[in-house]
């Protein structure tokens, strides 16, 4: 018997931390719905506020961690991403001076929030100008064996990874490191380009539903996922040129392991029809991506 | 009266280089047809080739200059990509041991050569797979005023760009830093993944025709595109994560420049819905995209 | 009344964690003296061992943490390195792969350890070849009040910055961000080069000796140090470029704010005359110096 | 017989270019004294000249080249420098406000120039502060076979390298790509710190005095330098992490060449007694360097 388990918004973590006692204890093949903060912790709702740093200095709020029983290190947790809705009907964002902005537009880089309802399956941005309502999570993440990483520069545990794939639909799999894998959710976008120039995208309190799984026989380096047309893993490194040739490294040793290519063709192979997704600029976190149906020869 | 011009296959650079006398003078607006040799300078056409860099160091030779005549420092040179063709209907690759190639996937890379033929639309890449053809021009360059810039790295006045979006329909802006432009055209690929991680296309020689025009009202800082769905702005620099961030830089100021955006908000909405393309990853070069449909207010 | 505080080796940790009960409560002014392991948590103290990372993931242990009373979030925590002393009067290095070894050298990198007796102020390489014992630490952190570092790349905290400037006779002050400091030493070298080119230096368990001391007037950026010769500011960044810019920025700021300058004449200042100090070249951290006779203007 | 001969101030050139005619013919082994003016082409002379961009955008303008009779592409050219004297007794510096200097200290960075004085040994900064004169060659290169690169970013033809060792005293070594080697020289400098954080740094037109050899027995992947104290192998990559690992990489390389170290061992030995020199921080130049006491186990 699948069961639904709901974890309202409660206390909220900025550090993805094995040392913090479960919010909820579930089975594998249960479904979750929680609720999450947006990045901002809540300080832009209305015209006029300002994102806070020195009453708040953190970012992007997760919350959890969710306890999934039989999850030992060294499996996976595979992650179905069934819904992402938003808690409140609206999004924001605003635009801060950090130096990457400023040395390519200029020094009066102002501080303006911008709040944008979401409507009829839009994201309103202005009286005429409106983008599809695309939902992703930013951050999710299960707790590494060593360190407490922040809620900001993602890892192999996952973390703020801010990849626009992470929507409905898509299956990801993160690598367990600790007993119950413990995972963090937070940080939903309402939509967000590739590679969030700004850091900043349409940050949403939300209502995720995910359903969780125990995978025993997957044995990751990094995140994984599949959404309805493609296969993508996910590398981070100190830098965008290593973390996407990381990031296609993976992806090719998984069509070996799993689909039965050699890596190095599967590496040339790639090099001709893969393709990138970028998290936030300011990081090196890439995931590369392959259409399923080219993965499958029979098709 | 539109005139086309023919670039048979002779002299092959390996340089951009103003220096070179124009193997071609054209008016603005004409068409050029240009047959143009693979990145390997047709050292692997059938089994067995290998890529011997003894013998020919150079890679991506470049045929030309054109020059246009009536372009002058500080103007754009438009360059309208009409069609792509192979000129022997097959296109081929290899895997080189790149160091990167080599601490992601281990040490045996071996030197194995591709022969893919082209036919009916399809890059035929094994008995039971195959892409489609999907052609893109890699090397596309105007004269720089000070250097001669190899036919590797890419740089403002273009070059070895190797992005995807330099494809029949899209038209292309460079800027013009010597009289005549001085265009030289070169490594096109009959299929590319983004990032183009081992380095190494499809490539093909090619039969590549252009319209060149003068457009005496840009003043570019790099190239720009435009293909049938997006407005695009290329960037180069040391690494990825400074290309990615003034490319999406480079947009904004044009959509300020030509769609009377302000600056900031522009870049604001880019993170939202902007998206990249990546040239060789070992490089630092990036192209921002915004749909055109979002760029302007009245769609 | 100073006293001296003895902390033997004891429970090791590879994580700079603020939750970690003190191993040790002093006053400000109090010295102590901490025996730490070396990187390799002992692995390698004969011929023919070696470093086993399926036993021991982990590198870099350190001793602590000791709280320091009255050491408040702002304060910085004046650490005097009075002396440091091989526990075991030898030290060791092996050469590992890594990818940046591998690609300059080549792939045939064997897993080589070397044990080193240290006499008569020498560490002996080999039958022919000695180099002076120049003892230095390679951790020396605080706790940071949000995140829980490894003991592999440094930050802010200090943590594993591998710099020969941290020797006997030099101050060094870390940001306080958490009440009574919580300070955590290990990794000792009995010398290192700039930049740790492989990694690993040569690594012994050793017995520190530290004066420890809150200043309550310094707020910090970052770790900073004095030598009887220099002035120098540590900086972390994800890459080398960054981090040496940030260095001399922050030298520049402490002249500024300690010293009377003007901060732009003072980065025009060391542009002429500052030098560099790198840690672990894989990593982005380095000190910027300069001589203190050249801070004081009256000298 | 040794001959002396003398290159006056004359045409100045902002590139290392193969193709441009010999300044000087001379054999192997004679002595060349250039003058060479200064990297804003004598624009800051006087209180309240300015670096005008618009004017002079190209720097580091070299005189040459210089033909050495004999040298063949595969050899080397020895630069044994000699003398660097101030052709007018002053130096100059101004702090321009590049992105990573706004980032760090503000926005307001003024355009200030500064003239200094040199005089009995030392470069007066300001009434009560002055600097040892401790004259270096900023620009030095041979053509290379291929590209003609500015006198901006450097690479293994050597260039715009700043280093510090290159001071008299120094022995150079620089690839030949071309016949006769072609040597340009240019932007020296009074003094400068290690890694020219603001990249400007006390420039100075100088009378340079070189001894210049044809070396048939060495092959350079790029140049190398003896100092009284030191050997040092300089390296170039996109960014400063990936050229000090090739630096030290091509020093245990030389080590192994010429005094019959096995380079693992050597490179294990250079990470307890390297030292390092960077030049221009934006680029990514960094020089190896080792104690020539420490190579000869006999001493």
Known sequence: VRRTHFLPLAELHYEIDRRVPPALIISSGDVVVIETEDAFSGQIRKAGDRRDKRLLPNSNPVSGPIFVEGAEPGDA????????????????????????????????????????????????????????????????????????????????????????????GTTLWLPVEVAGALLFVGDCHAAQGNGEPSGVALEMPARVTLRLRVDKAKHLAGPRFRTKRDLGAVATAPNLNEAVGLAYARLARWLEADFDWDRWEAYSFLTQCGDLSLGYLVYGIAAAKVKRSYVDASR
Request: net charge negative; aromatic share 6%; glycine share 8%.
């Open 77 to 168: 947790l595979e992650v179905q991403i069934v819904r992402i809705d938003p808690l409140i009907d609206q999004c924001s964002t605003y635009l801060w001076p950090h130096p990457h902005v400023q040395s390519h537009l200029g020094h009066r880089v102002e501080h303006v929030t911008r709040i944008c309802p979401i409507r009829d399956g839009r994201v309103i941005w202005s009286e005429n100008r409106s983008l599809p309502y695309a939902p992703m999570i930013g951050v999710v993440a299960t707790a590494p064996a060593i360190g407490v990483p922040t809620t900001l520069p993602p890892g192999d545990y996952g973390g703020n990874m801010d990849l626009r794939e992470l929507a409905p």
